[in-house]
Every structure is written in C-alpha cells, then in structure tokens.
C-alpha cells in the first residue's frame, strides 16, 4: 500500500505557539457607531473565445471516492483504459476524488500532484477537462491530521466565547489565506487542472469565529463590534441586530476568502473554473447559512459552476419539488450568468431515472454530473450523445424566454421569523408549472435594472426580509411599468431581521399601509370575488396578516376575505397603479398550500 508507511512519520512534529490579542470592546457599546452596509464584490473566470466548455457538459469522476488513495490509476494502462471509458461515454469533464483532506496527507502531496497531472495529460488531447476536489478548513484525525494541527496553531478558529481553538482554519486568517493560496497557485502551475472544487471553506458553528482577525475584519465591515464578554446578551441571540449582523457578516466573510482566491488565480489561470455544490435543502434553509456561513448567492460572487447534489434517489418519485428547484438553482444563472449543474443519483442504477434526472437539467440549460460506472444499457437511447450537433441547444448560448420572475429571498430566508418565505414561491412555481407558465427566478442580487428588465412580472411573494435597497428597487421597477405581487408578510422585517417603526412595503408601494395590530396571521373563512360577490371556501385552515391598509382611493380592492361567521369582510386582493406599473399585495400566502417537498424514493408519495 502507498498508504501509512513508516518513513512518513519518520520526522518528530512540530508544535507551534499561537498568541492572539485584540482590543477589547466597552460592554453596551458595541453598536454605538452605525451599521455599515456589506459590500459584496464579484469576479469570475474569464475564457478565450470559444473555450468556456462548461455549459451543457457531463461531469463524472474517476471511480474512486474521497478516500480513494490515488494509487487506483497510478499504472499507465489502467488510466488509459479508464480515459477511453470517459471518452466512450462522453464525459466532458471529471471530478477528481480521493484524499479528500489533502493537506492532512503531507507525505503524499507530491505523488497526488505527480498522478493528477499525469491524469489531465493522458484527458486533455480527448477534450476531457478536470477539477480537482479537496478540502480547506478540516483538521480531522486522518493520516497526519493532528500533527498539521499542532503545526498551524496560528491558522486556526476559535470560539468567540471564550477564544478557545477548532480544529479547522479561519478562512479569514491571513497565514490560513497565504499557506493554501500558494499551494493552490503551485498545484494549478504543477497539473494543469481546469478546476477546483473545495469542500468546508466556512465556520465550524454558531460559537465560530471569534479570532482577532474575523473580529477586526467585522469592525471594518459594519462598524460594529463583536462582544467579547461571553455573558453578553447579543451573543447567541436571533433578535439582537448585533448578532444578526454578525451572521450575515460570516455568511460576507466566506465569499470573500473565494474573492480573495480568485485575485490570486487570475495572475496564472484567468479561465481556471471554481466549482461546488449544495444540496436543495442546502440552498432554502438556514443549516449551512446560519450554522456555518455558507451560503449559496455568496460563494457564487466568485463560483463559476454551480451545482445541486439531488438529493432524491429517484428524482422522478419527486418530480413537481425536484423540478421547482432546478428553476430554483437557475437564479445564480440569471443573476450572475455562471452555468449550472445538478448531480443525479439513482439508487437502484436505473437508466430511465437517470435520463429524466438529466432531461430536468437539460430542458433549464443545466449540465449533469452522473453517477460512475453507469454504462447505457442496450437498446436505451443515451442522452450522453444528444449533444448540440444532435439537435440539443446550446446551453452556453440559450437564454430563457420567461417574462415572470419569482424572487428568493436570502434575507427572509435567515430572518426565519413569523414564517418560512420560500414555502410560497415555491408553490406559486409549481403552480405555475402546471400551468405551463414560463417563469424564472432571481435573488437579492438581481434586483437591478439590468436584470428586471427582462420580466414584465415580479413575485416577490411572502419574503419576510427586504433591504430598504430592496424595497426601493421593486418600487422603481414598478413605477418603470413592472407588475408586482407581494403577499402576506412580505417586507415585514428589514434584511437582519428586525421589524421597523414602520411597514415599508406599505408606506413605499402601498399608498401609505402600515403595520396591523395582530402580527403573526388570523383565520379566514372565505375569498369573497368582489365583482360577483360569490365566496370560495378553503379545504382547510387559511391565515391573512391584519394591516392597516390606506384608504387611499389608489388601492383597488379585487378580491375580499370572510373573516368571520357573520361575513365581515377585509380586503384580500388590493390594486395599486403606481407610476408606469402595478402593485399588487395580498394578505394571504395562497402560493404555500401548493408546495411539494423533495422526499426520498423509500417513502410513500
């Protein structure tokens, strides 16, 4: 075996010292000045004309996962024959796995880079590209994992209560930064990859990182400081702005490491593609946002390929949820214009679940990363050759054609207060589905004239949290002559999640409306049609939040709610004419009812 030898641990290891220091704050004032705004800049790969390859590819891998030793096609007629599979399947691009925690393996760097590079020579005259997929942060028990700990006692997080060390580097550490930049910039110079792939680049938890440089670097950014008194009252605290903000400024923090990354790898690889994944839940709940900062739209300020790892073992058993999320995923598209893919597995190997896992990518110009080893059974048309001279678009050219644009809210997401925002668009798109309605979405970021000028129709739905930015953008698309539909607690909570004096979606785009004196919903018994005056009755139990609407002459109420047995009624559908467009705002979150969640093929559907 290449593995655990005794001339590895030869060497006595090294233990290093770490002292750290950092001022300490005045307790009560540690949001004395005001908050700053993030700044959150971009900068992606850039390609030579006609080399972008990503768009509308097959990735695969090798065979081995990430405990594969590398040694599995160090012989050069097994990497030969594993070349020509790839090449006979037409795998455009391969992952390559194995040693996952690289930097936890120090003996074996040089022979990993020396088979790797070996690998993209043997790949690269067949068209195939190649990423290589390790890991930053973990300092796991594998191999010589506690002996690169006790090396890097200066490169470490650390708790923010009591300034205790993890075993996992800082991404915002500058020696953490300078040690993995260079061995990135040598690994590109010394194998010729096309990508990285790199796992675990965030915080290890809520008490992460408490560091003198993460917590000098959110001074910097907001302009608050982060207690460093472990009884404080913001600490841990989901409705204190300083600890809302300090979530966010983590979620900040981990795009800046990949921004900071990039300025270094655009001086010896400009096209050089950073790609990664998450899963759907990954992408609409707070798990990875608030636990570990790691959020989607910030890692993909500098991503390049975007990917899903579907979960669903058999994607067609959740058609309508899976489908939903891969328009869903098309928003880092639509705003940032960087390809995407979905990772399609299928449990029971079989090729018919797999062609539909692949159509669903492929009908939104989505490549697909398949599982290995799956060769098309005879008699079983391959998608794998329905390529763009076959007839298939052109995924690195194909634009929608959708004139409905759904927002996701990342704000609303974290503010997770009062409800979960992303239950309603995704019914309103699965309705819309059914309807054979073309529709998009979008986040935060593409909330800019560029970008909404492509839709006649934005849905900003249930979203609990919008920026006052946010709010004023929506507002100009409407009066530029956009139509709006709003919902039920939409904007009711600023983008940390704090309500304000005033409902600003109501003074903004509703003619004045504020906030109600009842907060979180009230049953209704009816949807009354305020021409007709025929009422619908729901199958189940139907909540509306109570506002104080404007009586305004400019709101057109259009639908009314029975809110009691006696047939009181309140405005259900209202009608705003503001400028060149329309603003229209319901109480209830009719989209909510109709959303399908993806569940595994093992349970009853």
Sequence with gaps: SVMFQHPQYAKEPAYAVNITSYPLPEPGKEMAAPRKALQYPTDHAVFAPGTDWRGGAILGTMGQSNNGSFDEFAKPESLARRIGELRDDRIDAVIMNGLLSRHTYPAH????????????????????????????????????????????????????????????????????????????????????????????????????????????QFTADTGWVLPADETSPELQNKLSPLWRTWQAWRQKAIGDFWYALRQEVKKVKPDLVFIGYTTHYGMYSTYGTLNFGGAMEQLCRTWDFVGTEIMSRNIFASYRSVACFRKMKNMYRNVYDVPVFGLVYSDARDWDV?????????????????????????????????????????????????????????????????????????GLSQILTARHIPHEFIFEAGLTPEVLSRYKVLIVGNATALSNANIEAIKKYAENGGIVYLSSLAGYYDDIAMKRDHWLVGQKLLAGSDYGSYDYGAECFGVKDGSTGKIAKPSGKMSYMRYNLSKSPALETVLELVVDKQGATVPGLIRHKLGQGEVWFSPVAFGTPAAAFEVSSKEKM
């Excluded at 040690?179 to 965030?202: L, P, Q, R, S, W």
């Excluded at 759904?406 to 992303?422: K, T, V």
């Design 109 to 216: 760097l040089k022979r990993v880079e020396t088979v790797i590079a070996d690998t993209v020579k043997a790949g690269h005259p067949f068209g195939i590209k190649f990423i290589d997929h390790s890991d930053f942060s973990e300092l796991w028990q594998c191999d010589s994992g506690f002996r690169v700990l006790a090396e890097s006692m200066n490169q470490l997080q650390q708790t923010i209560d009591c300034d205790l060390p993890a075993r996992g580097l800082c991404p915002t550490n500058p020696e953490a930064r300078k040690v993995f930049f260079a061995y990135v910039i040598n690994h590109i110079k010394n194998t010729g990859i096309d990508g990285i792939m790199v796992d675990e680049a965030n915080f290890h938890g809520l008490n992460f990182c408490g560091c003198p440089y993460c917590r000098q």
């Design 354 to 426: 797999m062609y539909f896992g692949w159509a669903l990518n492929n009908m939104n110009a989505q490549a697909t990363w398949e599982m290995s080893g799956v060769r098309c059974p005879d008699g079983k048309p391959n998608y794998r050759k329905f390529t763009v001279e076959k007839g298939n678009m052109d995924a690195r050219t194909a634009r929608p054609m959708a004139e409905i644009a759904l927002l996701f809210s990342n704000y609303s997401r974290d503010c997770d207060r009062g409800a979960s925002a992303h239950v309603e668009v995704m």
